[in-house]
């Protein structure tokens, strides 16, 4: 169990759980950024995080320019 033994409060639990998404969109091995967070013991599906955003040109997106 991470931190010495002791469960780690949930704000704390949910940093880490931020900082190892961090770690992982960085380009880090998941199970290395779980160790050093202190999150041994996760097992990891495989999937990768991912981050979605409108983009700024009003739905249309890069693939598709609109009327001509």
Not at 23 to 35: C, H, L, M, N
Not at 46 to 60: H, Q, S, T
Request: proline share 12%.
């Amino acid at each position: 169990m991470p931190c010495g033994g002791r469960k780690p409060p949930p704000d704390e639990l949910k940093g880490r759980f931020d900082a190892l998404g961090v770690a992982i969109r960085a380009g880090v091995e998941p199970e290395d950024a779980a160790e050093r967070l202190g999150l041994t013991g996760i097992r990891f599906t495989g999937m990768v995080p991912v981050n979605l955003k409108e983009a700024d040109d009003g739905g249309r997106g890069v693939a598709d320019p609109g009327p001509r």
